[in-house]
């Protein structure tokens, strides 16, 4: 037989029932505002479903910005800028500009007159154009963005960054400047793809072109600019 509670009694169960109640939503809303923390962690670090490996030196002021980039995007054409979706980028494709004393802009502008469709080799129209050109002086010009396609690094086009480096011998070996913005935009864009060392090549490596010619004459120097690459990477890291 039950036993019949007194209303004090009552009024104290009832009461005890109600902060058992309230402990578990409190305790329901401290977990959830863990879950959605850690959860915007991840996407600041590189993504809902996974925390990147490497830093994104977006996050770090001033890195961007410190790269000096002056977009000068080419005009919407079939032969240099076809404005076709980079929908995915697994690597960064390093050239050079093979005109010996030319600097970044006048690269640019013989990519923009590819779109009057008159430049030929071998009997064949010319599609050619880079995301980035870097000039003598560590300058660096945007002529594709991000997200399309450039025309630059043959079967690798379709899931790669490409950038372009000038040069002023025959030798092909940059300027300190240029080499320096070179090491500085490739960590950019290897922390913000989540890319490792080997995602870094030559045009080289895909079709066996002698490009960039320093790079490929000198394997030691090439092996040298990928550490340097992850180097900035890693004191970036410490810094922020």
Same mark, same amino acid.
């Given at each position: ?7 004090? !009694? ?9 902060? @058992? ?51 000068? @995007? ?16 697994? +690597? ?49 010009? !945007? ?11 043959? +079967? ?28 500085? @935009? ?55």
């Amino acid at each position: 037989m039950r036993k019949r509670l007194t209303k004090a !009694q009552y009024r104290r169960k009832k009461k005890m029932k109600r902060l @058992l109640i309230l402990s578990s939503l409190v305790l329901m809303f401290v977990t959830g505002v863990c879950l959605i923390g850690g959860g915007i962690s991840n996407i600041l670090q590189g993504g809902l479903f996974g925390v990147r490996s490497k830093p994104t030196l977006k996050m770090i002021d001033g890195f961007y910005d410190s790269l000096n980039i002056e977009e000068m @995007l080419l005009t919407p054409n079939e032969y240099s800028r076809p404005k076709t979706g980079l929908n995915k980028v697994k +690597g960064v494709v390093i050239h050079y500009t093979a005109n010996p004393g030319t600097d970044a802009e006048a690269n640019r502008n013989y990519f923009e007159g590819l779109k009057e469709g008159k430049t030929y080799a071998n009997g064949n129209y010319i599609y050619s154009s880079s995301n980035f050109i870097i000039g003598l002086k560590g300058n660096i010009i !945007q002529c594709v963005p991000l997200n399309e396609v450039a025309y630059a690094s043959n +079967g690798r086009n379709e899931d790669t960054i490409s950038i372009e480096v000038c040069h002023p011998d025959e030798t092909g070996k940059f300027t300190k400047k240029s080499y320096r913005s070179l090491v500085k @935009l490739t960590a950019w864009i290897c922390s913000e793809y989540n890319l490792e060392k080997e995602d870094i090549i030559r045009h080289y490596d895909v079709t066996g072109k002698v490009c960039p010619k320093y790079f490929v004459d000198n394997e030691e120097d090439w092996k040298q600019f990928k550490e340097d690459v992850f180097k900035v990477i890693e004191e970036n890291a410490k810094n922020k």
